[in-house]
């Protein structure tokens, strides 16, 4: 079981910056996809963008160039850098996992972000104009 716990959410103004972390407790296996999805008030689930632990990181177009995932294995916690913000990337932002046989051909993108089966309880970004 793995339980995970966002935090740095809060209100902006346009072109400012926050920092998302995600603290992971449990074990991910050998092979996994870790990531942060979004949902804005009256919209879908947005994947953002994920890290591969054999393959590197993606992003969707929408925030590539502004945001940057990383994670700190030592602590167990997965980040999510967003500069430049926009009054578009106010949502609720959600950190997700699952694990991924190593065997498989599995691809970890961020549109499958919202389909894994781990995820935290969200934290909040508003971005103001």
């Known amino acids: 079981q793995v339980q995970l716990v966002e935090s740095g959410g809060g209100s902006v103004q346009s072109g400012g910056s926050l920092r998302l972390s995600c603290e992971a407790s449990?074990?991910?296996?050998?092979?996994?996809?870790m990531g942060w999805f979004r949902q804005a008030p009256g919209k879908g689930r947005e994947g953002v963008a994920v890290?591969?632990?054999?393959?590197?990181?993606t992003y969707a177009d929408s925030v590539k160039g502004r945001f940057t995932i990383s994670q700190d294995n030592a602590k167990n916690t997965l980040y999510l850098e967003m500069n430049s913000l926009k009054p578009e990337d106010t949502a609720m932002y959600y950190c997700a996992a699952t694990r991924v046989a190593y065997w498989s051909g599995y691809v970890c993108t961020p549109d499958r972000v919202p389909s894994y089966g781990y995820r935290g309880q969200g934290t909040q970004v508003t971005v103001s104009s």
């Open positions: 449990g074990s991910t296996g050998r092979r996994y996809c």
């Open positions: 890290i591969d632990s054999d393959a590197g990181t």
